[in-house]
Structures are given as C-alpha cells and as structure tokens.
C-alpha cells in the first residue's frame, strides 16, 4: 500500500505570494492533518479534514485554509505570504470510520513540503 | 509553559548505551505517541499508548498516567538510531488527527 504522498517536496515563494500543497492520504484513509513545523514554534497543528469537512482547527490565522475532495486528497492553501511562514508541512493520514470527534488509530505521515519565502 | 515538556532537549552517548528520554504532559489524555524525525524531515510513529508499556525491538515505551509521564528507552543503541525524538498528545476528547507535540530531543549516537 502506497504511502501518504506530498507534492511538492520544496518551494520557494516570495513575499505577499499564495502558495497551495497537495497532500493524498494512504488508500482508505479518509481523516488529513496538516502541521507546520519551524524552528523556533516546533510542530503545531493546523487543520484537520474528514469526508471533505473541516473536523478541527488550531490556532493559526485565516491566511491558512484547507479543503479535501471526495477522494480523501487535501490540499492547504497560504495566501500573502510571511517570511514567517518558512517551514515543512507535514501531513498526515489517519483509518477513521467517522461518527465520532477522530480516530484512536495511529497518524501516517507524509514526508513534508518545505516551504521557504523570500 | 507548553503542555508536553520533553528533556532532555539533546543528548549524545555511545554506541550499546542505554538511552532514555522523558516526557511530562500538563493536560488530560487519550493517548500519547513517540515520534521519530530523520534528517530531511520525515516523521515515523513509533508508538501509540494510553496506558502501561509497549515495546519493538529494541525500543521500548512506558506511561504513568496518574505522574502524566512517558519514557522512551531505547536498548543497545545503534547510530542508526540518530534522529529527533518527539513526544506528542492526543489531548481528552480529541482522536490522533489533533496532536500537540513536545519540543523533541536530538538523540546523536556516535559508534
């Protein structure tokens, strides 16, 4: 089974740009995390998508936005971008059957997109 | 203060020597995982548990949830065993998509 893949692996944006990642989950898994991850804020925890809604959030600014398609692929979006904002996004897939606020089952994640804004 | 303290931040031994990293966690619980990060950035789940002991070859992870503590021990460490070791939450209420991580600690094994 393939696993949780993200495209792309690096880019670079200047100041005031959008940026948008792609992020497709292990086959069957329908719940997306995405994470930031800078140096100085460590790993935090964005969004969180399930059956293309928006199940929880953390604490980041409306700048940051997310959506997931019918077949469990996730995308985030930055708009006008901050140096600030230089960092990996990681994201990743977790087996939730739904019904209930998340899954119990282990989080399988991608290998990263890092962002870097000049 | 952050929620899931970790130490030490680095720590550098031999190779064979028995390692041992500590997190304390600050809020309710409904499970508690240890993280590894390699070098370019990928992040592997190691564990996963809520209560007792856990172990997989040469790693092992215990929780005490009443001290709100975890350990990772890691047995006849290897330097393939360098990487960053996160410890991370899945606060009351929450599943695993929603984690708060602990600052992680740099584990450099030198042969």
């Known amino acids: 089974k393939a696993g949780v893949t993200q495209t792309p692996r690096y880019l670079i944006k200047t100041r005031g740009q959008q940026v948008t990642l792609s992020c497709s989950p292990i086959s069957g898994h329908r719940s997306v995390s995405w994470y930031q991850q800078t140096p100085g804020q460590g790993l935090q925890f964005l969004f969180e998508?399930?059956?293309?809604?928006?199940?929880n959030k953390g604490n980041f600014p409306g700048r940051f936005s997310g959506r997931q398609f019918s077949n469990s692929r996730s995308e985030m979006n930055v708009s006008t971008l901050e140096l600030g904002d230089s960092a990996l996004y990681l994201c990743a897939s977790t087996y939730d059957i739904g019904g209930g606020v998340g899954s119990y089952n282990e989080q399988f994640f991608g290998p990263g997109t890092r962002l870097t804004v000049l | 203060k952050n929620e899931v303290e970790q130490s030490p931040q680095n720590l550098t031994a031999q190779e064979g020597e028995f390692i041992t990293i500590n997190c304390s966690y600050s809020?309710?619980?409904?499970?508690l995982h240890w993280l590894q990060q390699h070098p370019g950035g990928g992040i592997v789940s190691l564990f996963m548990?809520?209560?007792g002991k856990k172990k997989h070859g040469r790693l092992i992870a215990t929780i005490n949830i009443q001290e709100k503590h975890s350990s990772l021990h890691i047995t006849a460490s290897h330097p393939r065993d360098s990487a960053v070791y996160i410890c991370a939450v899945s606060p009351t209420n929450f599943g695993n998509e929603k984690l708060t991580f602990g600052t992680g600690t740099r584990l450099t094994i030198i042969p």
């Open positions: 998508y399930f059956s293309e809604t928006q199940r």
């Open positions: 548990l809520s209560s």
């Open positions: 809020v309710g619980i409904s499970a």
